[in-house]
């Protein structure tokens, strides 16, 4: 799918759900630290910041940050600055999150927020994992979650938080297949960028994609190199992968936010997990 194709799509879905569900949508800077089964559990829409930019986007973000700024930061702040006709859709986003994965993530978002004046919710995460910061995280996520009540008007109860993470965790684990299958890097990359765009909404697309590739049996140019991508992510709309293509490279294992990072971060039942331990 183009990518053209695939942002009117999105924006399309994006529309409906609004005005048809009268869903909300909260729009973060995609990293691997924030719990949206948590919006989910609320019925609102995660929106991860996750289109690559242009020389325009990112030349249009240096009013508010020096250039040096990493081509993500600039690009989101672009993307808001001149909205694209592509990305109207980003005129659909309630609320913004700002966190403190690095400093070029939570300057792009406070600018976004202020000069673009969408409402900021704050949410921090801690740099170290000692009980300290899992007891500061926790309280980050109960200060978030009532923020998130405030705005959808109701209670978000413990039972739809579960729904959520189940749901969650069923779509990371088939996305995680997806790794396994014999087809080129791009269109791995392609799954796992919409699946990220998406969520569990992309999950009857995504087992029918598994299951194409499977019976289809493609087989990879053996000449080729194998590679494990790892750092930042390969965006949507990033040529990277083309490039790497073109010079006979096949990337087997996407370590990034939008792969690994992302099908891994499942929650296991304590409950249940103590329970087995037992027997
Ligand atoms: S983590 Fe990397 S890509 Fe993300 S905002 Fe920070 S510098 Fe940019």
Redo the contacts with the bound molecule.
Sequence with gaps: MEIKELLLEYSIYLNERKEQENKKVIAF?S?DNFPEELLDAAGIIPLRMIFAGSDELMSASNDYLPAS?????QT?IGLHSLKPTEYKFLNLIDHFIVSN?????IC?SEIITKYFNIPRLNFYVPYTQNSEALKYYKTELIELKKELEMIIGREIKNEDIIKSIKKYNQFKKKLSEVQELKISSTEKLKIFQKAVLYGPFFMNELENLINKARSENIRINENNFDLIFTG??MFIGDYLINLIEESRGNVIFFDTWIGYNYYSQIFTDKKKKKRRQKH
Excluded at 101 to 105: A, E, I, P, T
């Design positions: 800077m990293h700024t990493c081509s993500f930061a989101c994965h690095c400093v070029s993530d792009a930042c992510s």
